[in-house]
């Protein structure tokens, strides 16, 4: 290893290459072998020799290149893309969950960001600046934590995230690539914004839609149902919700309890405090742009 190179991890597995210069590998087959992970590159090695692949290269993580049925039979792999999707290479370590995280963390650690948080809270657009920001992946929670240059620390669970936009805004005067990812602080519903370096910015993508697809549901909900979510959204109390609504106090406890079921509500204490979780907020944000498109 080089004089300022890390090892992060060294496991066993299986592996293999599923594309090579923009052409899928039919015949792929998996190696059993070693896998090195550093903090500038990943070695594998198998029965065939050892390749190298730089982590500087990668320019997205994930996604599903089942090119053949040999490939499409395992779950839990991770796709290593380079050179603009040209070559792909897949990676099946024994622990796959925390390999991911450290995969990601060490991806995405050594970058610096530019963070505004909280950019929306409950709703509202705030005046916070653009600061510089470090990330880390906590791999045995699977939280993204940031820490500010301004002393600042927020914590975003995969498990907590409700939607996610990537787009283009204004960040200090030029035009960046930016996430603008939902999720709650202090059971208050705000959105952060990050931007960097737009391979970093597609990387860190890739990692929160993993907890933005946990949170995707296509619940069957009545309006009544959704009109509880957004009071709730909107920073009602629980307890406030039957006057707020017109609706019995009976009432509002019986849809209190089918959405605690639908996993959109969290139960906070019994008769009867809820507070949204991720997917709640989803759905609520979803039927508020439905009611504005409406008028």
Do not use: C
């Amino acid at each position: 290893m080089e004089p300022d190179e890390t090892k992060v991890e060294d496991t066993r597995g299986r592996f293999l290459q599923a594309l090579r210069n923009g052409r899928e590998r039919n015949d792929a087959a998996w190696t059993n072998g070693r896998i090195l992970l550093s903090n500038r590159r990943i070695v594998l090695a198998g029965t065939g020799g050892k390749r190298t692949f730089l982590l500087s290269d990668v320019d997205q993580v994930g996604g599903r290149f089942d090119v053949n049925q040999r490939v499409a039979t395992v779950s839990d792999y991770i796709a290593l893309q380079f050179d603009d999707g040209e070559d792909v290479v897949l990676v099946a370590p024994a622990e796959f969950e925390e390999f991911k995280m450290k995969i990601y963390d060490t991806l995405l650690s050594s970058t610096q960001f530019l963070v505004r948080h909280p950019a929306v809270e409950g709703g509202v657009v705030q005046n916070t600046e653009w600061v510089g920001a470090r990330l880390k992946v906590e791999e045995n929670a699977e939280v993204v934590s940031i820490a500010t240059v301004t002393g600042r620390f927020v914590e975003i669970p995969l498990d907590d995230i409700g939607d996610i936009e990537i787009g283009h805004r204004t960040v200090r005067e030029e035009q960046r690539k930016v996430i603008e990812v939902e999720h709650s602080d202090d059971s208050t519903s705000v959105q952060t914004y990050v931007s960097g370096p737009e391979r970093h910015v597609v990387i860190l993508g890739s990692l929160l839609r993993i907890g933005e697809e946990q949170t995707e549901t296509s619940l069957d909900l009545s309006t009544q149902d959704k009109q509880v979510l957004m009071a709730l959204y909107s920073g009602v109390s629980p307890f406030d919700i039957p006057a707020f609504l017109g609706i019995d106090v009976e009432q509002v406890e019986e849809l209190f309890v089918r959405l605690i079921d639908h996993d959109v509500l969290d139960e906070v204490r019994i008769r009867h405090e809820v507070e949204l979780n991720a997917r709640g907020r989803s759905i609520a944000a979803d039927a508020i742009d439905e009611q504005s498109a409406e008028m």
